[in-house]
Nanobody, 126 residues
């Protein structure tokens, strides 16, 4: 069983940067595909980025490509999302996602994620 805890959210001005982290409580973290989704008020949860168990493969949604970078440190059981050039439309609750077989890496579907964190609020506003 995996327990995920996000941190690092907050308020940032447009054009600014923020890094959110997700710490996983699990013995075999290096066998899990990890990812980030986000959900704005009144909208469905949407895929942001995912990273393979080794960190050798990543995939990023088009709206954030070139601005957001996902990475992981298996020694620390932690996955990160570095967000640069933030826009007001990036405002959302950001959720960490984990899956042993990583189906959502390809599908980008929230329905393929068995384990979620509690979410961290990111607000981009002047």
């Amino acid at each position: 069983q995996v327990h995920l805890v996000e941190s690092g959210g907050g308020l940032v001005q447009p054009g600014g940067s923020l890094r959110v982290s997700c710490a996983a409580s699990v013995v075999s973290f290096n066998t899990y595909t990890m990812g980030w989704f986000r959900q704005a008020p009144g909208k469905e949860r949407e895929f942001v980025a995912a990273i393979s168990w080794s960190g050798g493969g990543t995939t990023t949604a088009d709206p954030v490509k070139g601005r957001f970078t996902i990475s992981r440190e298996n020694a620390k059981n932690t996955v990160y999302l570095q967000m640069n050039s933030l826009k007001p439309e990036d405002t959302a609750v950001y959720y960490c996602a984990a899956a042993r077989y990583g189906r959502f890496f390809v599908s980008r579907s929230a329905s393929d994620v068995p384990t979620w964190g509690q979410g961290t609020q990111v607000t981009v506003s002047s």
